[in-house]
Structure formats: C-alpha cells, structure tokens
C-alpha cells in the first residue's frame, strides 16, 4: 500500500489532497499544525478512507523533527509527500510597505516548511525506490509574469520553484521526482468565493504530480499536467 503525507491539510486545498489519495488507494497522513485535523481525520475514517492524523507545524522545526521520528518508527518507508501547507497575509502591501514580521512568517511556512520536510523525510522516501515530492506552488511566484502586491507570497514562491529544481537534482540518483505545481486560482479560504476552479480541480491538479510515472518529469512547474513558465 502507498502512503501519502500531506500538510496543511485540515481545509482547503490540502484536505481535498488527502480525500483525493485517500479514494486512489493511498494510506494517507493527513497533518495540520493545530489538533482540528484529527477530527477531521475521523470523519474521513467514518466514510471508508484509510487516513491517519498527525500534528505538524511546518514552520517549527522541533514539529519536523518529532513527526520525522514518528515516521521513522511508524511508517519508515513513505511514497509521496505533499507539500501543500501556505499562507497568503500579505494581500494589500508592497515590497515598501512590507511588514517583515509577515514576509519572514512567509519565508518560514512557505519555503523553509518544505525544505525543512523535505530533507527529514527524504531517506524514508529514498526506501520507497521511488518517491514523489509535490511543492504546492503559486503563478504568483512566476518572474516571467509579475504583478503588483504580495510581495512576500510571490518572493517565497518563487523560491520553492528554485527549491523543486535543486531538490530535483539532488534526489535524481534515488529516482525521486520532484515538482513544483501551481493549482491555479481555487476557491478555499485563501483563493476566496470568486476563484474560477473549484477545490477539486485545483487538488487534481496536485495529484497528478503524486501519481507520474517513473519515467515522469522532474524539477518542473506544473498545472493540470502541463509546464508553467518559471
Ligand atoms: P487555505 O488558506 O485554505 O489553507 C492553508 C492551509 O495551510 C491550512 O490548512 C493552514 O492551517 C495551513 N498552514 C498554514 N501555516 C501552516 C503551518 N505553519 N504548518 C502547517 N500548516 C499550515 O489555502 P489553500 O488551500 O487555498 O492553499 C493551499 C496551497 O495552495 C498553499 O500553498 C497556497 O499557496 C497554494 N495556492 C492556492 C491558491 C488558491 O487560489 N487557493 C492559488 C495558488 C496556490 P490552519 O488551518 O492552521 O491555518
């Protein structure tokens, strides 16, 4: 059986990640850094899903490493992780009105989260002969295409793109695929009620990248399975 970790996924886009896997056939974890995930987690093994719950706070480093060593002895070989968890607080400011305590918060969830997670989960994913790392990125993050406002959402983003191509090299020997992927504009509490795709479109978008095949592509940017400008 395959297993999935997801983050940030006790709402949105994250969550509809775990309903996603979970119907596929994947045993997931399904991690939120507050405990409300484990209840929700218990609503999805009430309808069939094979799904778990664990805390993880992707911005708190000693969160990583406790839920690392949770793996470790509980599921010491993993599949895919899904970097997912993100925060967008940033909406109405500028790089000259930016309030550095929300552009370091960014930086923390945003780029370190994945990065710290990443490389504690990585020899549980090298086990696996062939893991998949999704980043939950952002067009926001494109530098081909910038627009004002959210300075810290587009800087961290951009830098989980660079991220998923460093990453992508440094795993290719153990044939783990990496890939960055922008769900597009979806209607979660951080897209809001006037995004255009649905959270089941913006979550298929993800899958896809956790369900390439070996000969898949890696260190690419992605949305509904097709290349996104960097
Ligand atoms: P939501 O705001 O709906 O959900 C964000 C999730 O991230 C929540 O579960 C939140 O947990 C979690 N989170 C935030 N900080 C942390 C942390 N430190 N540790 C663990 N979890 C954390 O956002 P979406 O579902 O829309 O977004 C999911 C991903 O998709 C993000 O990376 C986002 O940047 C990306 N994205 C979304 C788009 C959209 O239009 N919605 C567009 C492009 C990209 P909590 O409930 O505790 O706050």
Not at 49 to 62: K, R
Request: aromatic fraction near 6%; glycine fraction near 12%; include cysteine.
């Amino acid at each position: 059986m395959k297993i999935a970790v997801v983050t940030g996924a006790n709402r949105g886009l994250g969550l509809e990640v775990v309903r996603q896997l979970a119907k596929l056939g994947y045993r997931v974890l399904l991690t939120s850094r507050t405990e409300s995930g484990a209840g929700i987690a218990r609503e999805l093994q009430g309808q069939g899903m094979d799904v778990a719950y664990h805390q993880l706070d992707v911005a708190d480093g000693q969160s990583i490493g406790e839920f690392a060593q949770f793996l470790r002895e509980r599921h010491p070989v993993i599949d895919v992780l899904i970097n997912n968890a993100g925060i967008h607080y940033d909406r109405h400011q500028t790089t000259l009105t930016a309030d550095f305590s929300i552009v370091n918060e960014a930086w923390q969830v945003n780029t370190l989260g994945p990065w710290r997670l990443s490389k504690a989960l990585y020899p549980l994913l090298r086990k696996g002969g062939g893991g998949r790392i999704v980043n939950v990125s952002s067009a926001s993050g494109t530098i081909a295409d910038s627009w004002p406002g959210t300075p810290a959402y587009a800087v961290t983003k951009a830098a989980l793109n660079m991220l998923t191509v460093k990453l992508a090299a440094d795993v290719a020997e153990e044939k783990i695929l990496v890939n960055a992927v922008c769900p597009g504009w979806v209607q979660t509490d951080m897209g809001g009620p006037d995004a255009p795709r649905t959270v089941a479109q913006g979550a298929a978008s993800i899958v896809w990248a956790a369900e390439i095949d070996d000969d898949g592509p890696t260190g690419g940017f992605f949305r509904d399975g097709a290349p996104l400008p960097w």
